[in-house]
């Protein structure tokens, strides 16, 4: 494995226009990598995925693929129909398209060779693997006092060219003032056995908003890591949903920082597996000033040999008196060789709070699925109904009414 990594690093070092500070930074990046490895059960982050054995399981040998040298034909039935939108386009881990035909330009700055400096500790060996082999950085900044006539798609395909691939992408985005931006993460794989590497960092100024949706539902055997770094100034709200379902294993990490008095963010997802998936969710939220609020929902339908975690953490600074956190998580195994794992954290330094965790766990209730099927339903239809109800409940925290009209009927959710 490492040889294979240093050998494709220097096929993208020779292939590149990078100055010699960035090769070189890039170089630390891979060493970096290479002296962690991939994440296993060591790490206390990891303790419920493995992930170095699960891409041994899965995967195998890994190459480490980044040939952007070559376009990608852009199939535009992969396109959500009956609602406009803007577009950037990623197939096998390239930007082939970015429109935001809808948008006033003069609004939007889009720069497509960002420096990005990394903000996140050097711990994280996979954010290393990112930086290492991403060899261009778009960065997309929202003016001020502007907000997006129509959402922003982000589609992520992998076609059948590749396999046992691993595909590292970045994007950056800043929102200034009083701007506002909604982003849908739409996942379509149709190749197999690969590792794909996000990593997302935004940035949201002052009275600035941020909706992210991201929706992995087409099964694929591929394997998934999404990092979400999200910074905020006062009186910015950042909102996230993840739809959970479709990789063989995935894992959201959302870190946030609450830098401004009055900033608030919201992390809502949702795990619906079966076919022994493994997924998860980890999320800090990081009060750190005054009068901050975050609130958080994850729950989960287990099916046959399925497994779900969620590792969420509250951290309160000593400064930041008023906080309002709040984080719950609930799952129902639908067998009994599924599992599910919970690990919440509250670290608090402040006295003047008001913060709450909790998780709970079990099976269907064969008391409401006898009374459903004394109104009329089968027994299937009953599970049907009450598992809609469950997860329903989490959609409805979606703030924006298109947007969770698009999940409801993307996902199969009834009102």
Not at 31 to 56: A, T, V, Y
Not at 124 to 134: C, M, W
Not at 163 to 168: D, L
């Amino acid at each position: 494995m490492i040889e294979q990594i240093k050998t494709d690093f220097e096929k993208i070092i020779k292939n590149s226009d990078l100055s010699e500070s960035d090769i070189k930074l890039k170089r630390k990046y891979l060493d970096n990598f290479i002296e962690n490895g991939f994440p296993s059960r060591k790490l206390e982050n990891w303790k419920f995925s493995d992930l170095n054995q699960i891409i041994k399981k899965n995967i195998g040998e890994l190459s480490f693929y980044n040939d952007n040298s070559h376009p990608n034909k852009v199939d535009t039935a992969t396109f959500i129909d009956g609602l406009e939108h803007n577009k950037i386009i990623f197939i096998n881990g390239r930007i082939e398209k970015i429109d935001f035909n809808y948008e006033n330009q003069d609004k939007i700055t889009i720069d497509d060779d960002y420096k990005f400096e990394n903000k996140i500790e050097n711990s994280n060996s996979l954010l290393s693997l990112n930086n290492a082999f991403t060899n261009k950085c778009y960065k997309i900044s929202i003016k001020k006092d502007y907000v997006l006539n129509k959402p922003l798609f982000v589609y992520h395909t992998m076609n059948n060219k590749i396999k046992s691939k691993n595909i590292n992408l970045k994007l950056e985005f800043q929102l200034e003032e009083n701007s506002s931006l909604r982003v849908i993460d739409l996942f379509n794989d149709n190749a197999e056995n690969n590792f794909v590497n996000i990593f997302y960092n935004f940035d949201l100024k002052k009275n600035s908003t941020l909706k992210n949706y991201k929706i992995d539902k087409m099964q694929n055997k591929n394997i998934k890591y999404s990092y979400n770094n999200i910074e905020q100034e006062t009186n910015s709200v950042s909102e996230t949903f993840i739809f959970s379902s479709g990789s063989n294993f995935s894992k959201n990490e959302v870190n946030c920082n609450l830098n401004g008095e009055y900033s608030s963010a919201f992390v809502n997802g949702i795990f619906s597996l079966h076919n022994e998936q493994q997924h998860e969710i980890r999320t800090i939220i990081n009060h750190l000033v005054e009068n901050t609020k975050s609130y958080q929902l994850i729950k989960s339908v287990l099916g046959k040999n399925t497994k779900s975690a969620y590792q969420g953490k509250i951290f309160v600074d000593s400064k930041a008196q008023k906080t309002d956190g709040y984080q719950l998580s609930k799952a129902i195994l639908l067998d009994g060789t599924s599992e599910f794992n919970a690990k919440p954290e509250l670290e608090i330094y402040a006295d003047d709070v008001k913060c709450s965790h909790g998780s709970a766990s079990g099976s269907l209730d064969e008391n409401s699925i006898f009374y459903l099927m004394s109104r009329g339903l089968n027994y299937q239809q009953s599970k049907e109904l009450l598992i809609n109800g469950f997860l329903l409940d989490v959609v409805e925290k979606i703030t924006d009414l298109e947007i969770k009209n698009l999940i409801k009927n993307m996902i199969g959710l009834k009102e």
